[in-house]
């Protein structure tokens, strides 16, 4: 499963990441996430709009207020793509720690004399 780069790109940026970890909470309204963030609502809207473009958050109206929320497929793919690189690694430390134990074994064994 692969990830798409713009989910990436649109992580990468530090304030656009602090959204996401505000909306994992839940919906918000760009006012909401202003004031949590401490940044205006302009850079907030810029931001938003990243984040919308690439998929990662979906917005809805509700009266004057524009509210959003995180989708989850764009994070569904990232946790599969992740899952193949932890299934690498997990296996490249199989392998590496029955090499040291062949080793310490080795090491422990009584030397013929």
């Known amino acids: 499963m692969g990830v798409n780069l713009t989910t990436l790109h649109a ?5 656009r990441f602090h959204m996401v970890e505000l909306l994992r909470k839940g919906p918000l309204t760009v006012g909401e996430i ?8 302009p850079q907030v809207s810029k931001h938003l709009r990243v984040l919308s473009d690439s998929g990662l958050v979906e917005v809805r109206p509700d009266a004057n207020r524009r509210i959003y929320q995180l989708r989850p497929q764009p ?7 992740a899952a193949a690189f932890r299934k690498e690694w997990e ?16 090491e422990n064994r009584p030397k013929d004399s």
């Open 91 to 106: 296996e490249r430390f199989d392998r590496l720690d029955d090499y040291l134990q062949k080793l310490q074994s080795q």
């Open 75 to 81: 994070f569904a793919e990232l946790e599969g793509w």
């Open 11 to 15: 992580l990468a940026e530090p304030n």
């Open 34 to 41: 202003a004031e949590r963030l401490n940044l205006n609502q």
